[in-house]
């Protein structure tokens, strides 16, 4: 028990150290551009090599109800959280409108992934207590992604008293998912798929809403093909484990 539930602390963890290495370095804006194309990689290769083939083999079609319900919330938060523009900092008035658009990013990608952390922590813990060495593989993998999702969320989330809350929820996110289970001991398949279902819906909607518009302006910048390039790299390692 104790095991597993460390090995989702640790999890979380690397979300932390992405945002540690983040503000060690020095050039925002080429940081900025990396992160959201290496997080928009890593979000497609989590979507298609996890989460949509765990839904294909539920074999439930109504699954679609709530991927569709994900990309819905993720839409109305949208126009909840206060109004920002979708061009680049340089395209921008100035530079508080794009410094609200990115804090817009990170608030919605961290509400999504904390949603999706929490199963994967379920998942870990139930892992983890039956076979120690699987445990601890399947936490380096989900590590390695934490990483650069870290990087994107530090990156965009301002630093004020609630973006540093969010991302405790996001860090503590995957042991909750362990806690949940030391607590009632089995969570029904039909809500965990539930989950995952709308957890992919609002990861598609960031990509494609948020993510993507930022990565295809900026496709000629080096910064932007570097992130692609290690996302795609990184994705590959991960998938070996």
Do not use: W
Request: hydrophobic letters at 55%; proline letters at 2%.
């Amino acid at each position: 028990m104790l095991y597993g539930l460390l090995m989702t602390l640790v999890c979380g963890l690397f979300f932390l150290i992405g945002i540690i290495i983040l503000n060690k370095c020095d050039n925002k804006e080429k940081i900025s551009l990396f992160t959201i194309s290496l997080a928009l990689i890593v979000m497609l290769g989590l979507s298609v090599f996890d989460l949509i083939p765990e839904l294909i083999e539920t074999k439930n079609l109504k699954l679609v109800i709530p991927v569709l319900m994900g990309v819905l919330i993720l839409y109305y938060l949208d126009k909840l959280i206060p109004h920002h523009s979708h061009h680049h900092k340089s395209k921008c008035k100035d530079h508080e409108e794009h410094e609200k658009h990115l804090n817009h990013i990170g608030i919605i990608t961290v509400i999504a992934l904390a949603l999706h952390n929490l199963i994967e922590g379920i998942a870990l813990y139930n892992v983890g207590i039956n076979d120690l060495k699987s445990g601890l593989l399947m936490m380096i993998s989900i590590g390695c992604h934490n990483i650069p999702l870290g990087f994107q969320v530090g990156n965009v989330l301002n630093k004020d008293i609630k973006s540093k809350i969010l991302i405790l929820i996001l860090v503590f996110s995957a042991m909750l998912g362990s806690l949940i289970m030391i607590l009632f001991g089995t969570v029904n398949e039909l809500i965990i798929s539930i989950i995952l279902a709308l957890s992919l819906g609002m990861i598609i909607y960031i990509m494609i809403f948020e993510l993507f518009r930022e990565v295809y302006d900026h496709l000629n910048k080096k910064e932007v093909i570097y992130g692609i390039i290690v996302g795609v790299t990184l994705i590959l390692m991960t998938s070996s484990l």
